[in-house]
T-cell receptor, first 112, second 117 residues
Framework: ELKVEQNPLFLSMQEEKNYTIYCNYSTTSDRLYWYRQDPGKSLESLFVLLSNGAVKQEGRLMASLDTKARLSTLHITAAVHDLSATYFCAVDLTSGTYKYIFGTGTRLKVLA | NAGVTQTPKFRILKIGQSMTLQCAQDMNHNYMYWYRQDPGMGLKLIYYSVGAGITDKGEVPNGYNVSRSTTEYFPLRLELAAPSQTSVYFC????????????????FGPGTRLTVL
């Protein structure tokens, strides 16, 4: 069974602290995506990682992909309250169907 | 561009009723998707379409039907609504071209919150 697992599921952190969210997947794929969802809102694309070793950074967030380990990380540097949201990773099945499998989500709360 | 739009935003159905969730995109995307998101959970793919006239099942298609007669529209039909279909439904679209896919970033609509009582 195809699985995309994130950990932690919940993360409460202080402002200015660093932390990493992990996304493990069980299928072969070289494309992985990170999305952000604010409460009651839709999903917004954060990063598109298209190859092994890909690293993308935007502000205080940095995402990386290791396709051999089937692992992606989303690193948060010096967290601020505005980063509070739920973060999803999604794996693109490369079997020709171009369907996503979403991770379970990590609910991040940054405390002032 | 309006992007991906969905109607209605909210709906309450009684058990056994039917309805159609509307989805439209104005980005000329060839791929479109329907997901459901249960409270506190991730997204599950219901159906997707790779172009007008072509649809396929996702992970959780039972109780739903789709059609895609044009590039722009991808309605989701619920027949005989059940409480288990209470969820938030998201429509998304993306653009893929050629034999080698470089990018499949999906753009999401605002969602339809459906309650079945």
């Amino acid at each position: 069974e195809l699985k995309v697992e994130q950990n932690p599921l919940f993360l409460s952190m202080q402002e200015e602290k660093n932390y990493t969210i992990y996304c493990n997947y069980s299928t072969t794929s070289d494309r992985l995506y990170w999305y952000r969802q604010d409460p009651g809102k839709s999903l917004e694309s954060l990063f598109v990682l298209l190859s092994n070793g890909a690293v993308k950074q935007e502000g205080r967030l940095m995402a990386s992909l290791d396709t051999k380990a089937r692992l992606s990380t989303l690193h948060i540097t010096a967290a601020v309250h505005d980063l509070s949201a739920t973060y999803f990773c999604a794996v693109d099945l490369t079997s020709g169907t171009y369907k996503y499998i979403f991770g379970t989500g990590t609910r991040l709360k940054v405390l002032a | 561009n309006a992007g991906v739009t969905q109607t209605p935003k909210f709906r309450i159905l009684k058990i056994g009723q039917s309805m159609t969730l509307q989805c439209a995109q104005d980005m000329n995307h060839n791929y479109m998707y329907w997901y459901r998101q249960d409270p506190g959970m991730g997204l599950k793919l219901i159906y997707y379409s790779v172009g007008a006239g072509i649809t396929d099942k996702g992970e959780v298609p039972n109780g739903y039907n789709v059609s895609r007669s044009t590039t722009e529209y991808f309605p989701l039909r619920l027949e005989l609504a059940a409480p288990s279909q209470t969820s938030v439904y998201f429509c998304a679209s993306s653009y893929l071209q050629g034999a080698i896919v470089f990018h499949n970033e999906q753009f999401f609509g605002p969602g339809t919150r459906l309650t079945v009582l």
